[in-house]
């Protein structure tokens, strides 16, 4: 075969352009997704303020650390994409550094599973100073009626304050707690893997991604789920005694309509192996849409211990039979 000299030089020609135009569409590629990603990781979480209010009452003195209280959102917020609607359940935790005792938000209850969040200050105002707070504008606004604000308003010389922080944390039930804190972002995540060619983006260490409507189904495909799991922090009653943490394993479950029961037979289980159970904070159960958010909620946990011993007890929910045997009443008195 006969190759002419034209040909030849078209043909190195060629090959040229298209390695360039290879090199140019990788280059491109590569830039797009390490933007993308650097965009995801700028906006991974927001810092807003929210207003909690605490369900349990919470006391260094006697509390263990690293025990964990029930709280309600109070006042209905945003942080970025994430809607925090009022009355949103979370825990606050009992933190201690040091001498220094503190409560921290730690987690919230979104879209159906227990996102991750990390607060940076808080102030605290007691019922009674609520309760004072109240008169007092009820005062003011019949201050020009007669006299009728001062008889309306008498001093309160007793008002019990709320200490969120220092030597000695002491918050009543029904406290208000103002955080300031950060709530990671789902739309960073989803972004980054939009932009990247449909892939998985990575979840920042830990934090749990509040799973949007519209990627429910993905992200239960993604993570295994839906799944429950239950913990209990058990003290003692005994000065010094370390405190205990109890985990389950991860359990697959269709939905939470069954969580009382979870929570039964769970605490009849820790109850079996620990005689200082009446010691406890209540634990309870959780439910997570995905593995990976239950999964990254419980390795928190696990690395935020506070002196507490973490016992992996490998539990799964399994069903009614492990609650005990129903009690019948004694014909003779009815007992």
């Given amino acids: ?20 135009g290879l090199m140019v569409f990788f280059v491109s590629h590569d830039v797009a997704v390490t933007a993308a990603a650097a965009g995801a990781q700028a906006v991974a979480s927001v810092s807003t303020t ?15 650390p690293g025990k964990q209280y ?3 959102v109070a006042q209905a917020t945003t942080a970025g994409s994430v809607s925090i609607p009022l009355n949103t359940g979370g825990r606050i935790t009992l933190a201690q550094s040091g001498g220094n005792w503190s409560a ?13 969040v990390t607060s940076s200050g808080v102030s605290a105002t007691s019922p009674l100073q609520q309760a004072r707070q109240g008169v007092q504008k009820l005062g003011g606004l019949l ?3 007669g006299g009728l604000g001062n008889r309306v308003a008498p001093p309160m010389t007793a008002v019990a304050n709320a200490i969120p922080t220092g030597p000695n944390v002491v918050l009543a039930a029904g406290t208000v707690l103002t955080f300031t804190a950060s709530v990671p972002q789902p739309l960073a995540q989803a972004s980054a893997g939009s932009n990247a060619g449909q892939s998985a983006a990575p979840v920042a260490s830990g934090a749990v991604p509040v799973v949007a409507n519209a990627t429910n189904v993905a992200a239960r495909q993604a993570g295994g789920g839906p799944v429950g799991f239950c913990e209990i922090l058990v003290g003692s009653p005994s000065p010094g005694a370390q405190a205990r943490l109890y985990i389950s394993a991860i359990f ?4 939470d309509n069954d969580r009382y029961k979870w929570e039964q037979a769970w605490g009849y289980y820790v109850q079996a192996r620990d005689k200082n159970t009446a010691y406890s904070n209540g634990g309870g159960c959780t439910f997570s849409r995905t593995r990976t958010g239950a999964q990254q909620y419980l390795q928190n946990r696990k690395n935020n211990l506070a002196g507490a011993k973490l016992i992996e007890t490998g539990w799964v929910y399994t069903g009614p039979e ?5 009690v019948h009443p004694n014909p003779a008195n009815g007992k």
């Fill in 1 to 20: 075969m006969v190759c002419y000299p034209w040909f030849r030089q078209t043909a190195k020609r060629l090959s040229a352009s298209l390695m360039l």
């Fill in 50 to 64: 929210i207003v909690m209010r605490l369900v349990d009452t919470i006391r260094s003195a006697t509390d263990p």
């Fill in 70 to 72: 029930r709280a309600v």
């Fill in 104 to 116: 921290q938000l730690t987690s919230l209850s979104l879209n159906g599973q227990m996102v991750l």
């Fill in 143 to 145: 201050g020009g009626l």
């Fill in 252 to 255: 697959d479950v269709p939905n």
């Fill in 322 to 326: 492990q609650l005990p045997p129903p």
